[in-house]
């Protein structure tokens, strides 16, 4: 069923999609800029120690000094910032498609960035209590706790935070615009869900209760998106 929000003509839901089509049509130039981004941020970033964004005071004086891996976690910054670079490049080639109008979606993506900054705020201030709770769960396990763990958790929170703040607004902002139509099929809706649960599983520890912590608000921002569609 097509969505009033964008012309008849546009996007029904059916048959190749926008996103489909621009992905094929420039797989290269994604892959290229996603390339790219992730080397130059990796590179920048292995010469930082990032370890020092954890607030110490909350780590267990218990915890081993084991090793760090810092150029895994200056590769973790880079991918997720080449993922950015590159999603951000998506979208300036969906307005070259027919059906794609990008100028009825302005205001919910200027929201969405907002949205997206009031949650990485949000995610910065209850670190410290979050990353606390969470260890009295995760200490139990198999995989244990170092410093690494945390600095995971300092690191990524915030930004699952904020992507879960700005979905149900780029979900608008990709209906008005035509991108996705109102009524979202059970195949787009498991194409978020699995983008969200690589995610939670690349950058949180091998511990079920960070994988849980990062991918949590991700499904609930998710679900009041489509919310937010199917049911105003």
Same mark, same amino acid.
């Given at each position: 069923?097509?969505?009033?929000?964008?012309?008849?003509?546009?996007?029904?839901?059916?048959?190749?999609?926008?996103?489909?089509?621009?992905?094929?049509?420039?797989?290269?130039?994604?892959?290229?800029?996603?390339?790219?981004?992730?080397?130059?941020?990796? #590179?920048?970033?292995?010469?930082?120690?990032?370890?020092?964004?954890?607030?110490?005071?909350?780590?267990?004086?218990?915890?081993?000094?084991?090793?760090?891996?810092?150029?895994?976690?200056?590769?973790?910054?880079?991918?997720?910032?080449?993922?950015?670079?590159?999603?951000?490049?998506?979208?300036?080639?969906?307005?070259?498609?027919?059906? @794609?109008?990008?100028?009825?979606?302005?205001?919910?993506? @200027?929201?969405?960035?907002?949205?997206?900054?009031?949650?990485?705020?949000?995610?910065?201030?209850?670190?410290?209590?979050?990353?606390?709770?969470?260890?009295?769960?995760?200490?139990?396990?198999?995989?244990?706790?170092?410093?690494?763990?945390?600095?995971?958790?300092?690191?990524?929170?915030? @930004?699952?935070?904020?992507?879960?703040?700005?979905?149900?607004?780029?979900?608008?902002?990709?209906?008005?615009?035509?991108?996705?139509?109102?009524?979202?099929?059970?195949?787009?809706?498991?194409?978020?869900?699995?983008?969200?649960?690589?995610?939670?599983?690349?950058?949180?520890? #091998?511990?079920?209760?960070?994988?849980?912590?990062?991918?949590?608000?991700?499904?609930?921002?998710?679900?009041?998106?489509?919310?937010?569609?199917?049911?105003?």
């Amino acid at each position: 069923m097509p969505s009033e929000l964008y012309p008849a003509d546009g996007f029904d839901g059916t048959g190749d999609g926008p996103v489909g089509a621009t992905v094929r049509r420039n797989l290269r130039t994604l892959l290229g800029v996603f390339l790219l981004v992730s080397a130059v941020v990796t #590179a920048a970033a292995s010469g930082i120690n990032l370890t020092d964004v954890v607030s110490w005071s909350v780590v267990p004086p218990r915890l081993s000094p084991t090793p760090l891996t810092d150029f895994r976690l200056a590769l973790e910054v880079g991918t997720l910032s080449g993922v950015f670079a590159a999603g951000l490049t998506l979208v300036g080639l969906l307005g070259r498609d027919a059906r @794609v109008s990008l100028s009825r979606s302005r205001r919910h993506a @200027v929201v969405a960035a907002f949205a997206f900054t009031v949650g990485v705020a949000a995610g910065v201030i209850l670190l410290p209590a979050v990353a606390e709770a969470v260890s009295r769960i995760a200490a139990t396990s198999a995989a244990g706790l170092d410093v690494y763990w945390y600095t995971e958790v300092w690191l990524f929170f915030p @930004v699952a935070l904020g992507v879960a703040a700005a979905t149900p607004f780029l979900l608008v902002a990709a209906v008005r615009a035509g991108v996705v139509g109102r009524f979202t099929s059970t195949r787009e809706r498991g194409y978020a869900a699995l983008a969200f649960v690589v995610f939670a599983a690349c950058y949180s520890p #091998a511990d079920s209760a960070t994988f849980v912590l990062l991918a949590a608000p991700l499904f609930v921002g998710l679900a009041a998106g489509i919310a937010w569609l199917e049911f105003r």
